[in-house]
Each structure stands twice: as structure tokens, then as C-alpha cells.
């Protein structure tokens, strides 16, 4: 039998029915095409783990509404600035919930073809697969698509309430003022607490399905609501967190991540086609910086430092790079130039770039604050690029312009393989380059 649904996956609520104001009416797709091509392919024996363009659609959908929520044009995002980090968040969350939804969805499709040991027949497979759809591409679909405009307009508001908390620390709970409004939402309403106070920490909206509470900033005179006056409310347990503060649209207790491995969830991600899995920042001078959603995270506050620097140089096509998993490095190819080379399958080059004539150019980053690693790093980025981007954060006497040359001169003679290195210092100005 196909799975059983997941108990309570979600709980509409009573009084609004569940639905985002900004979204109820739009009409959703379904991906019908989609649905029937994969069920030819269970009923020529397939058994399909994951699939690109159901994946592709329903990221497609995820994101348009993310965009449509979020307070500000993600697409005019700087790269330095707390949306940058937010949307990428926020971009992550959406591609991983997708790809773990889509591996539950296509598992219910493969066991609606059986019956205990029985094969149902042809017909009766297909109306099976028409009540799935019906319920992850209609039903569950509006509430994730709601949810993915309600999340993310809050998220939006929190990055910055987070960069005004200085001028502006306190922080308080608005409802709709419906007659809509669930009544244990409605007894938050105009409680006010700092932003770091403990109770935005399990209260910050959206604290439930189809929440359609809000936070506004405090006036300056405002005062805090004692402690003793804060109702303790029942909270679903997937809610009991600040979304917003975790940079997460769908929280990582839904039961879309049950059974499913973390490494099929970044592989159905790998297979999508490489355009659908960048989201765009901006740098200093307005060109734009590309990130795959599986860059490594904790690299990308330096890479994009790095991208920005390169592009005030005159470099352009910047594309970030994803972290593929040695085991699985033959998908990195999707995303290099065509015949390029790996050098090491254990290790992952930080980018893709283009010069001022349209070559283009793999790189590794490599950013240091000591003159000891600069022939250090050089080595190791060439394990792992055709050339090496090393920026120096450190004073440039440190190192010295002759010492700088040398070493990378030396360098480039040592390692033939090497096509080429830049070096950028603190300041983010190219100092020098050795480009074969």
C-alpha cells in the first residue's frame, strides 16, 4: 500500500482555514506531465529514488513564493549585508525540504503499484497516483506555498530587527485583529520583549500552520511586558522555535525529512540542472555573484568576499560552487567546463570565473592571515583548481611586493599543472598575477 499519510503533516487552522492571505487564490501546479512520466516509468519497473523535473517544479514554486514574501528584492541583494545570509538560508531550506518531499512522493508512487503481493491493475494504479498527486501537489502544496510567504516575510523583518536592535530593542506581537484569529494567538497580542529576549525564541511568528501574526518595533517609549503577564500558550512542537533566527522556512522536525538519508537529499540536489540550483547576490559594482545552494556554508562569508574583489577587478561569470561529495564526484563535471580535469576527487574547487575576453577560469579560494601559508596555500589550491586565488588578510610589509612575486614565480614552476595565480590583498585591489 502507498504510505499512510503523516499524522497531522498539517493542521489547518480552524478559524482561517490555513491559507496566507497573499496566496489563497493563486493557482497551483499541480505538475500533472511530471506525475505521469514517472509513473510510466514505476510501471516499466523503475524504482526512481529522486527526479529532476519534479524536483525543478517544485522548487520553482517554493522559491516564487519565497521571493513574493520576502520584504525586500532578493534579487537586488547585496552581498555583504544580513539578507545575503538570510535568502541563502532560506534558499537551502526550500531546496532540502523539496528534495525530501519529493523522495517521500515518489515513494508512495512506487508502493501504490502493489497491493501486499498483488500488482494492481494499470487503472487502479493510476488512480492511486492521482490521489498522491492530489495530495502533495494540491493540497500539501498551497499550505507549503503559503507557508513559504509567511516564513519568509518574517524572516525578512528579523534580519532587520536584528540590524536596527541597537536603536531599537524591543519588539512587539501584532495579530491580524480578525475574528479569524486562533485564540491562543490572540492573547500575545501587544506583548512586547527585547529582541533577544527568551520568549521570540518559541513565540516568533509563524508559530503554527496558516499563522497570520506579525512583530513590529517598539516605539522608544515602549516598555517590556512583565514576565509575570506573558500567558504560557500550547505551541505544535515544529513551531517551537524562531524559524526566522534558524534561517529555516520548513522546520527540520517535518515529517517530510522522516527515513529519508541526507545523502539522497544532497544527490536528487546534484542531478537538478546546474542553472536551477544558484541564487544570485550582487557586488560592490552590480555584477552579480552566483552560489549553489550546496556551497560550503561555512565558506561562502569569504568567498563572496573573495567574488567581490575579483569582480571590481574586471572578472565576471562568477559561479560559487557546489560541495560535492567525494563518492559522488563524477556530478561535479555538470558544473565545470567542458573537458576540464579534477585533480583530486576528495576535494572540491571554490569556483568558476571568467576573464575580461570570456576564458574561463576554475579557481580555489584560499584567504590567509599569516605570511608563513602563502606558499602553503598556493600548493593547496592547486590540488584542487587550475588556478589559486589567495587573498592576504594581513598588512602587505608583512609579505612585501618581491616577496610576493617570488614566491608565486617559484611556485608557478614547481607546479606545472598550475595555469595561474592572483593575489589580492586586504584591501580587495589585485596586486599581482602570474597567468600561464
Known sequence: KAQADPPLLYEPCPYCGGFHPSAKNEPIDSMEDEINRIAEIILSGGTPAHDAGLLSGTVKQLSASMAKGYTRPIEQVKWDTPDADM????????????????????????????????????????????????????????????????????????????????????????????????????????????????????????????????????????????????????????????????????????????GVPNAEIRKAIAWLPPDNTYHRVLSDNGMPIEINVMHNKTEIPGNTSVANDLCKAGYKDIYLLPDIHAKDAHLRKRYLPDGYKQRNIAKNPDAVISDTDGNKMVCDFKIITGERNFAHRIAQAAEQADYAVIKLDLKQHKLGNDKIKSVVNAKMVELPDLKGVIVINRKGEVIYKAIR
Open 87 to 258: 535568502i541563502d538560508n532560506l534558499t537551502r531550506n526550500i531546496y532540502q525540504f523539496s528534495a525530501a518531499k519529493n523522495w517521500q512522493q515518489l515513494h508512495d508512487m512506487t508502493s501504490a503499484l502493489r497491493d501486499g503481493e498483488r500488482i494492481v491493475s494499470e487503472s487502479e494504479f493510476f488512480d492511486r497516483i492521482n490521489a498522491i498527486n492530489d495530495k502533495y501537489n494540491k493540497n500539501w502544496l498551497r499550505t507549503e506555498r503559503n507557508s513559504a510567504i509567511a516564513g519568509a516575510q518574517m524572516a525578512s523583518r528579523w534580519a532587520q530587527f536584528q540590524n536596527d536592535k541597537e536603536a531599537i530593542p524591543l519588539l512587539t506581537y501584532r495579530t491580524v485583529g480578525d475574528s479569524n484569529v486562533r485564540p491562543t494567538h490572540q492573547v500575545l497580542d501587544g506583548i512586547t520583549r527585547p529582541i533577544d529576549d527568551t520568549f521570540w525564541k518559541t513565540n516568533y511568528p509563524p508559530n503554527g500552520w496558516g499563522c497570520r501574526c506579525d512583530v513590529e518595533q517598539a516605539p522608544g517609549r515602549s516598555r517590556p511586558t512583565p514576565k509575570n503577564r506573558i500567558p504560557n500558550v500550547p505551541i505544535p512542537e515544529m513551531f517551537k522555535t524562531n524559524l526566522a533566527e534558524a534561517g529555516l522556512i520548513y522546520p527540520k522536525e517535518h515529517p517530510y525529512y522522516n
